[in-house]
């Protein structure tokens, strides 16, 4: 069932003081705090009634088992609901605590964060070549490529390269230096969710490697690329002095107060509060929950710039409402505005690319066919979805907040449900929808 929070609600995992002046200094602090729908200029009726029917009709086509949704507008969480179960056996209901592998939308909340860090603070310059971070990978013609054409799709790179299959032979068997079934000082790293174990070299020897050797488009059109992504974890360290999950946990959210999100869950959280994803049949040969469900990310040992982040709403939504206070959440300043606006702004318009610098950006022109957002989702808005059927987006414009987290990879990832039923696409237009129309005017027979 979905649930309306008033103000009473103790935002998890602190505890507040429910008191109407607890709330208020929270607010003026730039924190999330709860309110309700009619706060915002919202129909409250309204809201939860679309909402529930969009997602009913979701979970009843199997488009996912259950999700997550929260949505804010002036740092007020006017909405936030979670439907369904983990799985289709219907035993664990999800719950607002519950963890969602984010997929993709680690490449903003964890590589691109880092980076937008490390470059205000004089260590990165997004103007610099792959070349010079990268000297021993970046060879002939990625040499000369740019951060800025590389973050924002721009490059030419390949766009993804399957790791674990191009470590296979023909016959099934693994290549020499890759993959044992037994541990030893040479194999000393468990892939997670099996009996496998890697090579204590295999970033460097294999996925390293396969970037190296990848070609480069002469086209320098938008075509999207995990390849740098997977860099970004020893770029960080080597600019940084931490480790990439450290640096993103010092720097961001533990002073957030963000607990759920992170890397590798089951080092901190019970199983039975992370959601699974998919049945994995080709390669890890079980269910994923837990461990990250990117190949890529899992042989990086789910510590990883592409995948690998975990997280429940609430804890997400701390990130991306610092970004839209430009870049303040409670009593610290994370990042400065213009590192912000650089970062989220449009790079390459010109060339019909959308997309920020990790960030995607609404379609240059809308279709509704193919958009992920609204149709109201202003320029200047920014987010990235996640291919286990999850999504952030932040509109400055409207101050507004948009999280969905699902496992629409459950029980397979050929399930494209999600896509067909423009579920989140359809929530995010009923926002601005109700936002325009304020209350009372909106008949609950308009359906997108």
């Not at 390949?158 to 194999?187: F, H, L």
Request: proline share 4%.
């Amino acid at each position: 069932m979905s649930k309306i929070f008033v103000l009473t609600l103790m935002l998890l995992p602190c505890i507040f003081n429910t008191s109407f002046a607890q709330f208020s200094l929270n607010r003026s602090k730039g924190e999330l705090v709860y309110g309700s729908p009619e706060e915002v200029g919202i129909d409250g009726k309204v809201l939860n009634h679309e909402i529930a029917r969009i997602m009913t009709q979701a979970i009843d086509s199997m488009a996912f088992p259950g999700g997550q949704i929260l949505l804010a507008k002036g740092g007020v969480i006017f909405y936030q609901g979670s439907f369904g179960f983990h799985t289709y056996d219907s035993l664990n209901r999800v719950e607002d605590t519950d963890l969602y592998d984010l997929a993709s939308v680690t490449k903003v909340t964890a590589s691109t964060l880092a980076l937008m860090k490390l470059y205000e603070d004089g260590l990165f310059d997004i103007d610099q070549t792959f070349g010079y971070y990268f000297p021993k990978i970046a060879k002939g013609a990625k040499k000369d490529l740019t951060m800025r054409e590389i973050l924002a799709h721009q490059a030419g790179l390949r766009a993804w390269i399957p790791y674990w299959s191009e470590s296979q032979r023909k016959n099934g068997k693994w290549r020499w230096n890759t993959v044992k079934t037994d541990s030893s000082k040479r194999y000393p790293d468990r892939l997670e969710g099996t009996n496998l174990f890697l090579h204590r070299k295999f970033r460097e020897r294999k996925i390293y490697r396969m970037i190296r050797k990848s070609k480069v488009s002469d086209d320098k059109k938008y075509v999207y690329s995990g390849l740098f992504f997977y860099l970004v974890p020893e770029l960080v360290e080597r600019l940084s002095g931490e480790p990439f999950d450290q640096y993103l946990n010092n720097h961001f959210y533990q002073p957030m107060g963000a607990a759920t999100l992170g890397f590798k869950p089951t080092d901190e959280f019970q199983l039975n509060r992370i959601v699974p994803t998919e049945n994995d049949t080709f390669f890890r040969q079980t269910q994923l929950q837990g461990v990250v469900h990117d190949e890529g990310a899992a042989m990086m040992l789910g510590v990883s710039g592409n995948a690998g982040l975990f997280s429940n709403a609430t804890d997400l939504a701390k990130v991306y409402q610092m970004l839209l206070n430009d870049g303040k959440y409670g009593n610290k300043q994370y990042l400065r505005p213009k590192t912000i606006e650089e970062f989220t702004k449009v790079q390459f318009p010109e060339n019909d690319n959308r997309r920020g610098l990790g960030f995607d950006k609404p379609l240059l022109e809308y279709n509704a066919r193919i958009s992920s957002v609204a149709r109201g989702a202003t320029p200047g808005s920014f987010g990235h979805t996640g291919y286990t059927g999850t999504l952030v987006w932040a509109d400055p414009d409207q101050d507004l907040l948009f999280v969905f987290l699902s496992n629409r990879v459950y029980p397979t990832r050929n399930n494209g449900k999600i896509y067909d039923l423009n579920v989140r696409p359809n929530i995010h237009n009923l926002i601005y929808e109700l936002l325009r129309i304020g209350k009372g005017t909106y008949s609950l027979g308009t359906h997108w």
